[in-house]
């Protein structure tokens, strides 16, 4: 590891542990602490199947040049490897030591065959004939019958079968169909038996005649992660289309298994999927957890989170009281909303919803990145292209593992008449953008959101994101611009009040940082990012701390600065914040980073004064987001919108909220009050927001 650097893998693997954390955390219901064991399993998945995934592409290719950090792709996946080691033993034993233990005292019970009733035997024996035999595929592996392929993620029993007349053995596998639940319910509800384990208790009815001498689950995960590889293809939507049905046979990158399986089994998997030993990873407790999310799930909200009810802004409830629509609220001033604590729907739908509908609508534009299977927003473009109103989209096609929704999202937009783009080459569009035009009573108008999440309905009620809503004639030019760049032939633009990359957002958040180590001790920085990974821009943190400069840095996820280092960073603190949401808006605050005229009692006495800028949008701090994606950010400048933004801070940085710090050597540490109920931020802030809609 370089001093100055963090490697960005094994800093999100930290961030991973972090979330295992909260499975532990007094002060969290107990299925909320399941259901984040759960997502721990889902994370780490994806991990594999695309970090882990190219990091062996880098090896097979013969990279051997160092990340920032220093390491080279070998030296990163031997180090993921001993910490994914650990991570697994250290799940298991949360899920084994404490999860199930207390969800047996609540009275719901995850068993083995072994521990079952005979009644309860038979009562899943009657279910196993009935329903499930009859979709169950056997295989052999023998010279008529090759080893067959192994999709990637799904559950599969390994069996050594031998003929009783001849003694001949084979290998054969039973995939385990996942068309119904993983967890079968016995009668009443409350005891629940992996169905791999019914299925390997019934193994001899599968092969019939046979010795079934041993049975183990396992699981294979492959590299899915997408490769479009004509970025020029005169059709892209058809190049993702296909570059999908191929990702399915994707290289292998980690086999699980049960453990206790024999190592003659073990040795005949990895040969065949083309693994090393250090690819596989032995399981005591049930393999893939993310089956947890079904006890998560469970009717029983006594021991789930009490709803927080999102509250509508306060000048959209008066305007709805009213019968106003939200374009009058807009051109009041700009609207700012912070989801999930103000309603989405209230808000960012409605705005949509509403310029479907309105005749004095003229066009509409927004970007698409993860629209969700079921969109009210994508309906209202719908509804609106089919009543005549120009609708142009952006789709993003290659948003990670949302490809396929968003593929029929853009067939569904282009049947109905708008006109669908998939943004420029070689470029993701995170940007999120709606532009509408409307011809107001006294001209036209554009009313624009820009915000740090995305447009779905569904992860808009679950992670924290902020939107800014305005007509403002500037921010309007500038996403006016933006569009006819992504979807037209136009060079970029000089844009008056957006940043944006990769054009220049890169360079105009260096020379902010610059001018704020220009003050030295004066100076002041707070970001609040999903990850902080761009090393020129750490760099420029690094001065900014040596010069004086207080920086506090709220990173949910990678954070590869090193704060606290002395000559280096000592200036610099980092904290994560956890929580029911996840946390996901994007907002820098620079105390000295707005120019703006102070006009004294004669106009030529005017001088330019350093006020605080803020600015929200979608953009992390990675290489990514700066150099290979299309971001926006955008100055808040209204007072009350600040002073929002402010108690944002104020919460966040508080010193007795639960977060957890890094330190200069790399490590986190939880901080704040040992039950986390008593320090949860998002609680207080919470009700910070509902008590002023009381107001």
Known sequence: MSSQLLNRELSWLQFNHRVLALAGESGIPLLERVKFCAICSS???????????????????????????????????????????????????????????????QGIEVVDWAELLVSERNELIAVFEQRIFPVLTPLAVDPAHPFPYISNLALSLAAMVSDPDTGERRFARVKVPNVFPRLMALSGGRRFVPVEQVIAAQMHTLYSGMVVEQCAAFRVTRNADLTVEDEEADDLLAAVELELRRRRFGRAVRLEVQAGISSEMVELLQRELELDQSDVSFHGSLLDLTCLMQIASLNREELKDTPWPPVTAGRVAAAEESGRSIFSVIRERPLVVHHPYESFASSVESFIDEAADDPRVQSIKMTLYRAGGDSPIARSLIRAAERGVQVAVLVELKARFDEATNVSWAKALERAGVHVVYGLVGLKTHAKCVLVVRNDEDGLRRYCHIGTGNYNSKTARLYEDVGFISCEPDVGSDVTQLFNHLTGYSRSHEYRTLLVAPRDMRQQLCDLIEHETSFGTDGRIVIKLNSLADPELIEALYSASQAGVSIELIIRGICCLVPGVTGLSDNIKVRSILGRYLEHSRIVWFAHGQQTVDAHDRVDEAATV??????????????????????????????????????????????????????????????????????????????????????
């Not at 062996?56 to 180090?79: E, N, R």
């Not at 299309?630 to 400048?637: D, I, Q």
């Not at 929002?644 to 508080?654: G, H, I, S």
């Open 43 to 105: 994370n780490l998945d994806e991990f594999f199947q695309v970090r882990v995934a190219a990091l062996k592409d880098q090896v097979a290719a013969g990279v051997t040049g160092a990340a920032p950090d220093g390491l080279t792709p070998s030296q990163q996946l031997s180090a993921t490897g001993d910490v994914v080691s650990s991570f697994v033993l250290l799940q298991e034993q949360v899920v084994l030591g404490s999860l199930l233990p207390e969800l047996r005292r």
């Open 610 to 695: 350093d006020e605080a800028l803020y600015l929200i949008g979608s953009a992390d701090w990675m290489p990514r987001n700066l150099d290979r994606r299309v971001e926006t950010m955008v100055p808040v400048t209204h007072a009350k919108h600040k002073a929002w933004l402010d108690q944002v801070f104020a919460f966040a940085l508080a010193s007795d909220v639960v977060r957890w710090e890094l330190g200069p050597q790399g490590e986190w540490t939880r901080m704040g009050p040992a039950d986390f109920s008593s320090g949860d931020y998002q609680e207080r802030f919470y009700h910070w927001v509902a008590a002023r809609q009381k107001r």
